[in-house]
């Protein structure tokens, strides 16, 4: 029994020295699964920069891992060293992934310490600016009158647009379906929407509020619960729930997240951290100007946050197994 308290006080001892230590001379990389200069990637060099004031003597900085639809990135922190110096910043995608990928070499509510969410960011649903409809009721008549020979963008398996878009034909009641046309990217995606080669597609604020704003695409809708009264270009167009899709309340949020195992004095250092950073009036102002906003409620806290995350998966997985369409 002494030898039990014994190694039970050395260890308790031994993880508060780590976390005192902690981060040292090594940099603690926050790895996004996606390409650099995407929406996520933005996220995670603001939120670099942010945490570095935060902890004293620390180098946060931002590796892109990308590919199979953020999974390879999402798979190298799991598997990484769990000693808080190899982060994940994943999206959406975090709930995705599982039911779009049958085989995942990982598992998202099992093998992370979840840190907290960071933002939220809307989508909004957008068409090609030849499409005769103007409002989202006319566009859901000019669906169904054009049954069969629609298409639908999106920027690639398990991106913000496939994930969106996924979900409101889910909830759409047409039950014709539509092409569905997948891209490289957000960029490829949106400049096929705009050259009029793809009808439609639902994306993030970040990538259509400009080309809303200069005519360039037609919007129709937002997928918030209720309408963004206070954004500048977005207050105009309703939300999807308010057109009759019920609950439906869909936002491309980010949260941040370590290999399980991590110390709970270091992964409560990174939660004080980014609690901090979420108050800091230069990265909210910085996530105002990329359309998002931070999180303030309780999801900030770890357990809050793995408890919507494993929400969204039900969600996620009940939409993607009604279409039948898998990553693998």
């Given at each position: ?5 014994a190694?039970a ?12 230590a ?46 199979a ?11 990484a060293?769990?000693?808080?110096h ?55 008549n000019?669906i ?5 020979k ?13 994930i969106?878009g ?49 005519g360039?695409?037609?919007?129709f809708a ?22 009759g ?8 949020w ?5 290999p ?28 105002e ?5 931070v ?11 793995k ?21 693998d």
């Open positions: 029994m002494k030898q039990w308290i190694l006080t050395l260890a308790a001892v031994s993880a508060g020295a780590y976390a005192q902690f981060p040292g001379n090594k940099p603690v990389a926050i790895v996004v699964p996606f390409a650099a200069g995407g929406p996520t990637d933005r996220v995670a060099r603001d939120l670099a920069e942010a945490m570095r004031k935060q902890i004293p003597g620390s180098n946060f900085v931002v590796e892109n891992t990308v590919g639809g953020g999974t390879i990135g999402a798979n190298r922190v799991a598997k060293a769990p000693d808080g190899t982060l994940l910043l994943f999206h959406i995608g975090m709930a995705a992934t599982p039911a779009l990928y049958r085989k995942l070499s990982y598992k998202p509510l099992e093998d992370f310490e979840y840190l907290g969410m960071v933002n939220d960011v809307p989508m909004t649903l957008v068409g090609k600016p030849q499409l005769p409809a103007n409002t989202y009721r006319d566009f859901e000019y169904r009158a054009n049954a069969g629609l298409n639908i963008a999106h920027a690639g398996l398990g991106s913000a647009s496939h969106c996924l979900l409101w034909q889910t909830n759409l009641q047409s039950k014709e379906a539509m092409t569905t046309i997948p891209f490289g990217g957000t960029g490829p995606a949106m400049t096929a929407l705009i050259g009029g080669q793809v009808d439609m597609m639902c994306d993030q604020t970040t990538s259509t509020t400009a080309q809303i704003e200069g360039r695409i037609k919007a937002v997928t918030t619960a209720k309408p963004l009264s206070n954004h500048p270009v977005l207050k105009h167009y309703p939300s999807l729930q308010e057109m899709m019920k609950n439906f309340n869909l936002t491309i980010h949260g941040l997240y370590a399980k195992g991590t110390p709970p004095a270091v992964t409560k250092m990174l939660n004080d951290a980014l609690k901090k950073v979420l108050k800091d009036s230069e990265f909210v102002k910085k996530n100007n990329l359309g998002a906003l999180v303030t409620d309780n999801r900030t806290d770890p357990a809050e946050h408890k919507f995350v494993a929400a969204e998966m039900l969600k996620i997985k009940a939409a993607v197994d009604a279409a039948g369409k898998y990553a």
